[in-house]
């Protein structure tokens, strides 16, 4: 089966407050030699693979450059990991190929080494197109930028664009949360992505928040019944403007969406490279999962790699937390064909349990998540971990 391939880029112009991912300013030089990490690790990769105890499939059938922020590295350098995947993988000529971008950060050269490198489908950080809540955040474009991006990016050929938008980013009101989904539906984009903000310790302003401060406007942040609000306005405002929403936080014209993001919900094989990155294979003992360290430190020390095997069990319960993201949901005839195992004899109870509480509805063999469960989607995966022995 085809891999999917993930290129981890943890550089930024700027830390946004909201950010709990592995990623930060550095200095150029350290742009540079982190360049030449990944190359190597991409060069590697087969007997990488092999002392992990799988194999790896040289045919590719997408790539996802993600951060951080790729638009900062030089044009040079990004060409350079593009020409290194190519030389150990075979991209079939239907692959989808996205780069994230922060709007402002698509200088023209960079939009010229994006089409050198084959480059198909870019991801926008928008968050917000009310220009005082992006710069709340520490968001350095403007609302004009965005536009500008947009139409240099169809000038040059690139159309599936993706929109990221936040529900719940400080100073957000209904109003102005409505302008955010007009101008994304006027945009005309083919895919969507929206998240609720997220708040945790691994943060700046989930930290304040936790701690009731007022750094990072955190005492602007719309309460969680607010942002459930814009939530589900933009379920409703993004479908009727024939977006479908095809996963919790994903919406998308018919026939866009994103290949890779399905591999990880699907669990295809995929294979990460950079800070941070995750990978899952299949070996002659099942499926396992190994990781680089989420210190960039470590990683260019050439820290060794996390392996995890995959049990029988855990592959169950990932099917599910995983395939519930997915509007369609589970088909619980097949999971039981595919793993061997009586997925309704395992989860009966707990089915029955959700679908009672308006969380699931059922549809056949098929389960999925219903607009309540999807609000409480965590809750819901919580009842699919730890579960009893399965056969």
Request: a negative charge; one cysteine or more.
């Amino acid at each position: 089966m085809a891999v999917g391939i993930y290129i981890s880029i943890p550089f930024c112009r700027s830390k946004c407050s909201y950010c709990n991912f592995a990623s930060g300013v550095f200095a150029r030089e350290m742009v540079a030699g982190y360049v030449e990490r990944v190359c190597a690790d991409i060069r590697r990769v087969q007997p990488t693979a092999s002392a992990m105890g799988g194999m790896i499939e040289r045919k590719a059938n997408s790539i996802y450059l993600g951060g951080g922020t790729p638009t900062t590295l030089t044009p040079e350098q990004l060409e350079r990991i593009f020409a290194a995947l190519r030389q150990e993988f075979e991209l079939n000529s239907a692959a989808e190929i996205t780069v994230e971008c922060a709007p402002g950060s698509l200088a023209p050269a960079m939009l010229e080494a994006l089409l050198r490198a084959g480059v198909n489908r870019v991801s926008l950080g928008v968050q917000s197109f009310v220009d005082a809540e992006a710069a709340a955040v520490g968001r350095l474009h403007t609302r004009a930028a965005v536009l500008s991006d947009m139409a240099r990016l169809r000038a040059a050929g690139i159309t599936n664009i993706n929109i990221d938008l936040i529900a719940g980013l400080p100073h957000q009101t209904a109003a102005s949360w409505h302008t955010s989904l007009a101008e994304t539906i006027a945009a005309g984009v083919p895919h969507v992505s929206v998240y609720m903000l997220e708040v945790d310790e691994d943060s700046r302003l989930g930290r304040e928040l936790i701690a009731g401060g007022t750094r990072y406007h955190a005492h602007f942040v719309p309460d969680e019944d607010s942002t459930a609000d814009f939530y589900l306005e933009a379920c409703a405002r993004l479908s009727g403007a024939g977006i479908a929403q095809y996963e919790i936080s994903n919406f998308a014209r018919p026939g866009r969406e994103s290949k890779h993001n399905l591999k990880y919900w699907t669990r295809q094989p995929y294979v990460g490279f950079g800070l941070d990155a995750h990978s899952m294979l299949e070996g002659p003992g099942g499926a396992f999962r190994f990781s680089t360290p989420d210190s960039l430190e470590e990683f260019m020390a050439g820290a060794p790699l996390s392996r995890t095997p995959v049990s029988s069990r855990e592959a169950l319960e990932e099917t599910f937390f995983l395939g519930l993201r997915l509007t369609r949901g589970v088909d619980l005839k097949a999971v039981s064909a595919r793993l061997g195992v009586d997925a309704k004899g395992v989860f009966g109870e707990t089915l029955r349990d959700l679908e009672s509480s308006g969380m699931l509805e059922r549809e056949g063999d098929a389960v999925r998540l219903t607009p309540a469960g999807r609000l409480l989607s965590n809750e819901v995966f919580e009842r699919f971990v730890a579960l009893p022995s399965t056969p």
